[in-house]
């Protein structure tokens, strides 16, 4: 019981229904872990250890016949999601103490199918920042080197996964929220294709953008959230190896997108080495032109549907919000309409077409990230490799495996066509296995 | 004062602000005009007569140099809306008596320029059904014939502010759920461009399509809300003159869209007749061949989202769902991911071009409805010829004016490119003032 917080949620689930452990154990284990190591990674904006063995308790006196899919898991909720039992602050003063009684749609799906709602997990300001949480406490650190940034804005998702306090996360990604603290953490980030899960009681950023992610630290855990959240392929499930498969190792071109670390740069290097050694093709492709503009639409796209999502906060009280937010409300940047709709077309043409390239593979690499998480948690890091594939709304997982310079986490993201997030991560579940094992970072 | 329920927003914030008129006084005559009428109209899912009071004096007690540019306007809330005083049901047993302590961001705005938030208006359920509300009482009607429907999904708000019980209401819009009831019920309806409102705490159905919707008897009221939502065009706003303007009524194609009834076909010749009298042009045209599966890209995206949307509603109690919302969440269509894909990427193509067209003229002339009000209040009516507008994103304003062959309201929908909002109100503030007029229907 004591070391059952190392376990995935599959692998505690297999012991649950099996008998020889309890939810309410899984939740002591876990909660003494986190007591253990959270004065150094601060991931959780709320935590009740009482309602949470409340909640355990009842989830075991469930008669077994009755119990859900994810029956017992313990999940954290990024603090930009709806939850009916616990506060929801946005990280942002105007939201102090709030606490709606409502679930967003994905929580009472998962409510509903047996997961325990653990806690809330912290998050940069309405996970529209680059500012490391809290704002008013102790920073939310990396937990495999507490003076560098777990990323953002999924920041306490992110760490409490990767610091084996929790085994399943919610985090949201407009950018690159779920994607960078996923590889900063070193574990597997999903950001499944745009809506393909609701997105009801999430706070708004960007409506076209914003995608609810999913953490864990195995591609069955994944799996498995998928499947409760319904998303299914067209195309049946089909066995995947990569010995025989293509993959693209998709460049994408300075100066639209910045240089990339030398912790990347060699992360791609030996990922393509070590899936042409297991006796897979991989094919270097440039980004065709018409795509280079990505970024630019990204950030018009955003700046305007900013603009609208935080006009009720800026209203109510200016001098608390981020300058960042104030400049979207206020339009400094003077975007006109016409610059954001074109992007907003633009962007909209290039999807079908992205597909289609993404068809030709079993999938498309992509850097995760510039480099390891950089020192200082201030700043969250930069999502330049992510937000292209929010705006293309094509699945994306981040599989960890390599290091760095210094010896901390470096991911790979994986990306396919929309909605064909089942065979992306059946995919990444055979390329995970060698990067995990070959890839050179072990947790 | 007793009979201040007459006058629009505009009129009796001149005489609060002129002191002729206290915002208590004015709730009072609203409450009593509702008292009088709702046995007949049925239009209010939630309505607190103390607590509306107790607010409205909250408001007369602001010092005069503090109040907001709502100061003191009563408004109503679609009951799919989340308000922090209020409960927010859905018109669905799974949320009776739900009382979610938050403002959607739409109201938090309005409530800090002042507005009255003055109570809940009837749904039809989740604002996704054509099922009149409520499900479980006497169904809300056509206040101008109580045999009829009022209109949905926003039905409460549109028979409200037709029955002079509110003078502004919010609605939503997915297919034809604002601008519908507004022909049916005689008022003004604006559908704004998309996600230029906030729509933060709106039950989702279709993130591509849910607009907030707004509803209104004068263009001003409609042109004091688009200002405090900050929506402003590119182009400053300029005088704009029937006289010399160009307009064109656009046909739409059977099969693609049902045959018009002789209301609006008579509604539209005379609309076209009258701005012709007035000096304007009137070019009809064709809708290009490109467009004609708009109707049915429409259907599919939304039927992909609602498959979405209420997952977690169906795992809760699929029992206690309309079936329409079981058909989308066991996608009885059998739509594929790919069909909804296309018909997704095929609107997304389709907006810039309908923009260029509207950009040709002062604006486009539509019907909003088939015809008059029907008969009965169980089913809500059809939103055909609204739904491809709400696909395009672009503006749309319901003006009323005329009369079909029962003698209930039929009104013309006016639209723009996207953006194009305030020019739009412009255009329909003169334009409404001849189909008032001269359309031969009034209040």
Same mark, same amino acid.
């Given at each position: 019981?004591? /070391? ?42 709320? =935590?009740?250890?009482?309602? @949470? =063995?409340?909640?355990?308790?009842? $989830? ?35 939201? !102090? ?27 940069? !300001? ?5 500012? #490391? ?66 997105? /009801? ?71 393509? /080495? ?7 093709? @991989?094919?270097?492709? !440039? ?36 300058? $960042?937010?104030?400049?979207?409300? /206020? ?65 994306? @997982? ?30 990444? #579940? ?14």
């Amino acid at each position: 019981m004591a /070391e059952s917080f190392r376990l995935s949620a599959t692998e505690a689930q297999a012991k649950i229904n099996g008998g020889s452990l309890t939810v309410e154990d899984y939740a002591k284990s876990l909660l003494s872990r986190i007591e253990q190591r959270d004065s150094a990674v601060h991931a959780w904006a709320y =935590l009740d250890h009482d309602l @949470v =063995l409340q909640r355990a308790r009842e $989830l075991d006196n469930i008669p077994r016949e009755q119990r859900g899919p994810l029956h017992g898991i313990p999940i954290g909720i990024k603090d930009v999601i709806l939850t009916k039992d616990m506060p929801t602050q946005y990280n942002s003063p105007l939201y !102090e103490n709030q606490a709606p009684k409502i679930d967003a749609g994905c929580v009472a799906t998962l409510r509903h199918s047996g997961a325990l709602i653990f806690g809330k997990t912290t998050t940069t !300001e309405f996970a529209a920042t680059t500012v #490391g949480p809290p704002y008013n406490g102790i920073k939310t650190a990396n937990p495999h080197d507490p003076t560098r940034t777990p990323g953002g804005s999924s920041s306490g998702s992110g760490a409490a996964v990767g610091d084996l306090q929790i085994p399943i996360s919610l985090g949201t990604q407009t950018g690159g929220s779920t994607i960078r603290p996923g590889s900063f953490n070193g574990i597997y980030a999903l950001k499944p294709t745009w809506n393909s899960i609701s997105r /009801e009681g999430l706070k708004i950023y960007s409506l076209i953008f914003d995608t609810l992610g999913l953490y864990a630290r195995s591609v069955d855990d994944l799996k498995l959230l998928l499947d409760v959240f319904k998303v299914v392929d067209d195309e049946p499930g089909e066995e995947f190896k990569v010995k025989g498969a293509k993959f693209a190792l998709l460049k994408l071109p300075t100066p639209e997108w910045p240089e990339l670390g030398s912790g990347t740069k060699d992360a791609l290097k030996k990922g393509a /080495e070590l899936l042409r050694a297991h006796g897979a093709e @991989v094919e270097e492709i !440039e980004l065709p032109e018409e795509f280079k503009t990505m970024p630019k639409c990204h950030t018009r796209v955003q700046a305007g549907d900013g603009r609208v999502s935080f006009l009720s906060d800026y209203l109510r009280a200016k001098d608390q919000l981020d300058p $960042l937010l104030i400049q979207h409300v /206020e339009n400094t940047n003077k975007f006109t309409r016409k610059e954001q709709l074109q992007a907003f077309d633009a962007l909209a043409a290039m999807r079908p077409k992205i597909d289609a390239l993404a068809d030709q593979y079993a999938a498309i690499i992509v850097p995760s990230v510039l480099d390891e998480a950089p020192v200082g948690q201030q700043s969250t890091g930069d999502a330049a490799y992510c937000a292209p594939w929010t705006a293309m709304h094509v699945p994306v @997982v981040n599989i960890p495996g390599f290091k760095g310079g210094n010896g901390l986490p470096i991911g790979l993201s994986l990306l396919s066509g929309r909605y064909r997030d089942q065979h992306l991560l059946r995919v990444c #579940g055979e390329v995970g296995k060698i990067f995990e094992a070959e890839g050179g970072w072990t947790r």
